[in-house]
């Protein structure tokens, strides 16, 4: 052990509360959601048939209101069941055309901030798990791990068959951004772990191949592709802001003040969603 | 072509990519981009919304269903298990007239007319005293004379004052308000009463559990609660409160005031722009001081056959000639205080002035300021299903076409606009009732036929510009298009179904005007100032003291009784009727000097008309104008002139406020009916008896005897 590499974790961010006692993720969050609320409507407004969406969703109204207004001719309510389906689905197509042109660069811009606000970087002293998964769960055996000053291992490596998985308990003695390798047949790789607080981006598997997988969950180059490691995992714990009384995870909480800032700006904007 | 062949290698590639990218963020969810922005959220969430209300109600009507079934089993036993009918449609076609009905069949033009007179029948229907719409639809819903229904004429007077006020219904501010210095805050909505008594027969109807769909039915403002739903017709009034006030906004300066209608409102021209208003209704806020709500608007003018319009928020883009779709448009008053409505914009003219024709300010029916529709969802259902629609009771701008701000293809352009949205109404009326009663009226027919009568007419005054070959056919057209209609709706029913085709009146040439207050004052009945020759509107300088008899509206004619105008002089009982045999003597067989012929066929007196409690508001006499004339447009606004006879020079050219005899409605049906003389007073017990209900006894009409089926 000891062949690693560390170094300390500085940036602005890196409190989770910051010089004025503002609740940083919470403010990104905020900052963030009021930005795409409002790019977003504006983004609907011009990528989508204003005209037809707000047809469709008179309609789909119409329908609702015949089920009221109509309720003992059963002929009528089970037609007008049908139809608010039928309108559904056309509202559906209609709000969803804009979703083709905002879906790439959000899902992005949504797993970039996934990679900040999602996972919290493991706490010092805290003890966390490293995994590694390999093709052959006869080469379990084989697997080790190299740990830089400062990592520790708390329990032995646990050999999980069923899973072709091994297991490492760590803990870290101070913060700092460290590389854990790790070794089998020959072949060292490592793994970008950060301990701390406040935020930092975050990847919290290193994959061989699985480029699409790659893109959404992990931030770091991918494993050769012909060496016997699947994934090294480090198991950071999950980031709840506190927001309004509550925890929120980030994307629930982006989800809602996004839907309230675009509700806002579409009442504002006079944009039809 | 195959698509390969039509786009670059870069171009496919570029897009399946995309379709890549695309494909993999869908089928790859996770919790962090499952979420793709408010647009998405907004569309699932509102889907989701909308199911689970579905559902919710689902939920509700699955429990309560067997309920209202026992419930709708307990109420129909009493109406379906004697009757002969499943459904009944009533169509009313306003003014249809039975003499060119009768024409336009034999010449070939009314197939579907012809066929339904074939099998089933044809007859003339006897009308009301006065034939007035409102008269006659009141009769016809409730099946009583006006002495039992209280609607004389669109108009009633104030015996306090002698000032008109709308017979149909009262609106009034809110009972209580809040005063703030110089503003008035109202506490709760406007008063609205209606002056219509007399149940309607489709109250009865959903008493007994028989579903009833009405449309546009007249004198239904403000709508009565009953079981079914109901869109309110004529007399529903525009966001000012009036009965239709168009306003023609110009760059040309003022010219005299419109006679009634309509209003005059300036264009301001910038460089490349004109900006305007539309008035509204009055400021609630500031408590009557007449301050007016406007909203405004700009043009920009793109050429010049071209331009763009932005009322509010909304833009639109308008060519010489054409009408815009409704716009909404909100009158704000402050905080809290708003009024919703609808108009249309007419661009009649760029260069060298520029000129708007800005229909009525419609009520919103997609968000009623008053109430229009029973329950009030039903109007809000109707614009969600086909957006906004007309909702003024007299919804056809005739005083702009009148007042020559509207030619007569922009005016039957507005016509036809409306009656396209009447029909779809009809139309998923009939969709939504199977069983029970769909009643839609018409008023395409009242108003064109009112209105281009001129061409109808060989020697009216209106049209004597106008050489014969070159007159249009619109009336016939009118009635053609009035048959396809009727035609569609007969490949919906079946032989379960009545049809049945009314109108509450005929129609006639109106080309000379009776001024009968001029006549009264010519023959000393009416006494004017000391030196005044003429009055004002609404006997402005008429000396009441000496005046014994006055006439407003279209066919009262009303005596000044002591004890009941506030300056009465004649003496109830006998001193009264003297009177009024002495006017009906004198006014029966009035003889229009420059032709000739009788200006007045018939006076009658309403004790023998009319019986009911409310005779004592209805006129004292009604007077029957002979084929081709009319009260005066002076005499129906009070006003006294020195011409007792003129010609009518109005695009507003046919009428049927005359004598009764002379304007029976039509009446056609999918069945046999034997009646000795049908009236439209019959309509509403006849429908009662053939669902099998009781006929209440204060009933003035008499059931006909309807054949059990449709003739094959």
Known sequence: MGSGTSSSVASPLSAPRGSLGVNVPAAIVVGISLVIGLLMVVVFRYTSDQKAIHVAKDRLKAHLLALRLFQDQIPVVLRSYVRIVLATGRYLRLAFKPLLFVIVPLTFLIVQLDRYLGSMPVAAGQPFLVKVRLDNPNTLNEASLQLPDGLLTTASAVHVPSESEVVWRVVAEKPGEYKVNVQSADQTFSKRVVVGAGLSRLSPVRLRGKFWERIFVSGEPALPKNNPIESIDVQYPARNIAFAGFEWNWIWLFFVLSLAAGFLFKSILGIEI | ?712
């Open chain 2, 1 to 712: 072509m195959k698509w390969s062949e039509t786009t670059s290698p870069a171009a496919r590639r570029r897009l399946l990519a995309s379709l890549a990218v695309l494909g993999v963020v869908l089928l790859h969810p996770s919790l962090s981009h499952a979420y793709a922005g408010p647009g998405a959220g907004f569309a699932v969430l509102s889907s989701f919304w909308t199911l689970f209300v579905a559902f919710l109600y689902s939920v509700y009507a699955f429990f309560a269903w067997p309920f209202r079934q026992l419930f709708r089993l307990l109420r129909r036993r009493k109406a379906y298990g004697k009757a002969q009918i499943k459904r009944a449609i009533i169509l009313g076609f306003d003014g249809m007239d039975p003499e060119l009905t009768e024409r336009f069949i034999a010449e070939g033009k009314l197939p579907n007319l012809a066929s339904l007179r074939e099998r089933g029948t044809f007859r003339k229907l006897q009308t009301t005293f006065p034939p007035i719409s409102p008269v006659a639809w009141s009769t016809f819903m409730t099946g009583v004379n006006p002495g039992k229904h209280n609607i004389y004429d669109f108009l009633a007077r104030d015996l306090s004052n002698y000032l008109p006020y709308l017979s149909s219904a009262e609106i009034k501010g809110p009972k209580r308000s809040w005063k703030i210095g110089k503003y008035t805050i109202p506490l709760g909505g406007p008063r609205i009463k209606g002056m219509r008594r007399g149940i309607p027969f489709w109250h009865w109807l959903g008493e007994a559990g028989i579903f009833c769909s009405v449309i546009r039915v007249p004198v239904t403002f403000p709508p009565e609660k009953f079981s079914g739903v109901l869109l309110s017709g004529m007399c529903v009034p525009d966001l000012k409160g009036s009965q239709g006030t168009f306003c023609l906004c110009t760059t040309r300066l003022p010219t005299e005031k419109f006679r009634e209608g309509g209003v005059r409102v300036p264009i301001e021209r910038h460089r490349s722009s004109c900006s305007s208003y539309v008035p509204g209704p009055e400021n609630p806020l500031t408590g009557g001081s007449g301050d007016e709500l406007r909203v405004n608007f700009e043009i920009q003018l793109d050429n010049r056959n071209q331009a763009r319009f932005t009322v509010d928020s909304q833009t639109f883009t308008l060519k010489v000639g054409d009408y815009s779709e409704w716009i909404p448009v909100k009158f704000r008053a402050g905080v809290g205080f708003s009024a919703h409505g609808i108009c249309r914009f007419y661009l009649k003219e760029l260069s060298p002035e520029v000129e708007v024709y800005v229909t009525p300010v419609n009520i919103d029916p997609g968000k009623p300021d008053l109430p229009i529709s029973h329950p009030v969802t039903y109007s809000i259902y109707l614009a969600k299903l086909f957006g906004p629609y007309a909702t003024l009771g007299l919804a056809e701008d005739t005083w702009a076409l009148n007042e020559e701000v509207l030619d007569d293809q922009a005016f039957l352009a507005q016509c036809y606009a409306n009656h396209g949205d009447r029909e779809r109404m009809l139309f998923d009326a009939l969709e939504k009732t199977r069983q029970g009663l769909c009643a839609c009226v018409f008023d395409t027919t009242d108003r064109v036929q009112h209105m281009f009568w001129r061409y109808l007419d060989e020697d009216h005054p209106a049209a004597r510009d106008v050489p014969r070959d070159q007159r249009p056919s619109v009336i016939q057209e009118l009635y053609s298009r009035m048959d396809k209609l009727i035609g569609r709706v007969m490949e919906q029913i079946d032989d379960k179904t009545l049809l049945m085709i009314v109108s509450d009146h005929g129609f006639k040439s109106f080309a000379r005007c009776v001024n009968l207050n001029a006549w009264l004052h010519q023959n000393g009945y009416l006494a004017l100032k000391s030196g005044k020759t003429e009055s004002g509107d609404w006997f402005d300088d008429v000396d009441w003291s000496r005046t014994r008899a006055y006439t407003m509206g279209l066919n009262g004619l009303y005596l000044n009784l002591k004890g009941r105008e506030r300056e009465g002089i004649i003496e109830p009982g006998a001193d009264a009727d003297a009177l009024k045999d002495e006017l009906g003597r004198k006014l029966d067989g009035l003889v229009d000097p420059a032709s000739g012929r009788a200006g007045i066929t018939g006076v009658f007196d309403c004790d023998s008309v009319y019986a009911g409690p409310y005779v004592d508001n209805a006129p004292d006499l009604i007077v029957g104008y002979g084929d081709g004339f009319r009260a005066s447009w002076d005499s129906v606004m009070g006003k006294v002139t020195s011409q007792i006879f003129e010609d009518n020079l109005k695009a507003w050219s046919g009428d049927h406020c005359i004598d009764p005899r002379l304007v029976p409605g039509v009446l056609f049906c999918n069945r046999k009916i034997s009646a000795e003389k049908p009236a439209i007073v019959d309509v509403a017990p006849t429908v009662l008896k053939l669902f099998g209900l009781a006929l209440p006894v204060h009933l003035d009409g008499k059931p006909w005897t309807v054949a059990p089926s449709t003739a094959p």
